[in-house]
């Protein structure tokens, strides 16, 4: 360990989020570690040097770097690629962004928009309008006559559908639509308009939406280039709100961990990122296959190094075949989703997750209300594969029965919540439950059984504070209602789901996850103490300063620079 420090930032409230650590004021690093944690008298009386920098903090209040456990963070960046309608509140708004791209763009070329709506939900699309509603092709053929132009919907993920598309004459005949087209798959309708043909625009109820993977196979993908340049734009977005480390278990396409390896291979990953496969096998036979043969590199803890790795693989449970079968067709585009959809009967999971523990990889599931069933496979599997110290993962946690609370703590997994997601964007209807949504997401019955929860964004917002408070209110959108009281966490617990508890995903609960020396001085300054602030302004809390492994890749522009 060094006997200086290249640098102190002092003066401050530092939670270490380490159990039965002392309050400390200031923090030593040198390289990417931390060297000294404590009060500012000691650590710049033992860590100090002539040429130490000196990082005044102010009474800010420093955390952990973030670890989001569910961040498709890839997703952000790529919203910044296309032109916003945001600030669109009139059809004369929309068409005038659509004018504009026309002179910018070449004839001929593609002019595609983000959706109509308030980002970064997108909550109503055409309701949002003054004229409550989308569009025609004719409107957009007056500003737009020499490209094809597709406004799209949403992606069901950030919002609720139905999700509202609009394409002028061009786009709508690049794609052979026509009065009798009719789509291969439910829940898309082609708006007819009283001239008997396509009035432009499609309405669409699917959640995960297939529109351009069905009828609009035209509509340009993003490629890779747009990928790579998504995710360099996403991680100054990410790392503005403290986040340091990402988890992808949701599983990622081989197409986006290509895209990350670019990245990481360049230098430019800033971000700990941890991923896992998203398989594009149909069955049992190519799936033992890929297991043996081709996914060697993702067994156990999984090979990388401390800036990128891939550990394991992504199976889901239920899941639509209809979705499944549209978006392997046309693989490697995954669209927003940045991973490969599935549809497995309970069945077919207990078969992948036999053999991925045959093949000692990490088996990563959404569950959401499936979780006893997931757990009953898991204990099957236990019997022949132990699973205690594998770290399987179970994500997106829904209802959690009492009973199955000892079962998870006994396989060693580990579980991961998307409380904002969950509780505030769709929790509505758990209110009615006999118990009054006390085992929706049931974060604190998990914590006093010893379970280290660990929290994510899943991108709607990007803000891990926005699941930090979801956590500590509990409270749905349309109402404001409390769903689970006796489920509601402390500050300092939520903040733990969103730190600490993070690193045990990856088994680096050594390296990261609390200000301890001998760590990664990954390292987070807020703008505000999330301890003393009311609950509404967590919503709002941001990073000043954010370092990871000792470098600063963000920092508020208002704030001094280091001295």
Request: charged share 20%; net charge negative.
């Amino acid at each position: 360990m060094s006997d200086k420090a290249d640098l102190i930032l002092h003066g401050g409230h530092v939670l270490t989020m380490a159990p039965g650590a002392a309050p400390a004021q200031a923090i030593a690093i040198a390289g990417d570690r931390i060297v000294g944690v404590g009060t500012d008298a000691d650590v710049r009386s033992q860590w100090q040097a002539a040429d130490t920098r000196l990082e005044p903090l102010e009474g800010r209040t420093v955390i952990p770097g973030v670890i989001d456990a569910h961040a498709h963070m890839e997703r952000e960046g790529l919203k910044t690629l296309r032109p916003s309608l945001a600030h669109a509140r009139r059809l004369s708004d929309v068409l005038d962004v659509i004018r504009r791209e026309a002179q910018r763009v070449p004839k001929g070329q593609w002019i595609i928009t983000m959706p109509v709506g308030q980002p970064p939900f997108y909550f109503g699309g055409p309701s949002t309008l003054a004229e409550n509603r989308m569009p025609n092709r004719h409107e957009l053929d007056a500003v737009a006559p020499d490209h094809p132009v597709y406004i799209p919907g949403l992606f069901g993920n950030w919002g609720v559908p139905p999700g509202y598309s609009a394409l002028n004459s061009l786009a709508l005949k690049h794609n052979a639509i026509h009065a009798d087209t009719c789509p291969d798959c439910e829940g898309i309708n082609i708006e007819i308009a009283a001239d008997g043909q396509p009035s432009g625009v499609i309405v669409e109820t699917n959640k995960r939406p297939l529109i351009e993977f069905s009828i609009l196979s035209q509509v340009p993908a993003f490629n890779f280039s747009d990928r790579q340049e998504g995710l360099r734009r996403s991680l100054p977005l990410y790392h503005a709100f403290g986040t340091t480390s990402v988890y992808e278990g949701h599983g990622s396409a081989p197409e986006t961990i290509a895209v990350y390896r670019s990245l990481w291979e360049a230098g430019e990953l800033t971000m700990r990122t941890r991923l896992c496969v998203s398989p594009t096998w149909n069955d049992a036979a190519e799936a033992r296959l890929a297991m043996r043969d081709w996914l060697s590199y993702a067994r156990g803890q999984g090979l990388g190094d401390p800036w990128f790795s891939v550990s394991g693989v992504f199976i889901g449970l239920g899941g639509s075949a209809a979705t499944a079968r549209a978006v392997r067709k046309v693989l490697p585009n995954t669209g927003w989703s940045g991973f490969v959809e599935w549809a497995n009967r309970i069945e077919d999971f207990h078969d992948y997750a036999w053999l991925a523990a045959e093949f000692d990889l990490r088996v990563h599931s959404v569950v959401i209300d499936r979780l006893s069933e997931v757990l009953d496979v898991f204990e099957a599997i236990d019997q022949r594969f132990p699973l205690a110290r594998r770290r399987w993962v179970v994500e997106h946690v829904g209802r959690v029965d009492l009973a199955d609370v000892p079962r998870i703590k006994r396989l060693g997994l580990r579980v991961t919540t998307i409380p904002f997601y969950m509780l505030w964007k769709n929790g509505a209807s758990r209110l009615q439950e006999e118990d009054g949504g006390n085992r929706f997401v049931a974060q604190r019955s998990l914590l006093e059984a010893g379970i280290e929860i660990a929290a994510g964004s899943d991108n709607i917002p990007v803000s891990p504070f926005s699941a930090v408070w979801a956590s500590v209110v509990r409270a749905e959108r349309t109402t404001g209602a409390i769903i689970g009281a006796d489920q509601r966490l402390s500050r300092m617990q939520a903040l733990e789901t969103v730190t600490r508890n993070g690193a045990f995903l990856s088994f680096e609960e050594d390296r990261k996850g609390t200000i301890a020396a001998g760590k990664w001085a990954d390292l987070a300054v807020l703008t505000a103490n999330p301890l003393d602030v009311p609950d509404e302004a967590l919503l709002t809390l941001q990073a000043s300063l954010t370092l990871v492994g000792g470098r600063e890749v963000h920092r508020h522009p208002v704030d001094r620079v280091a001295t």
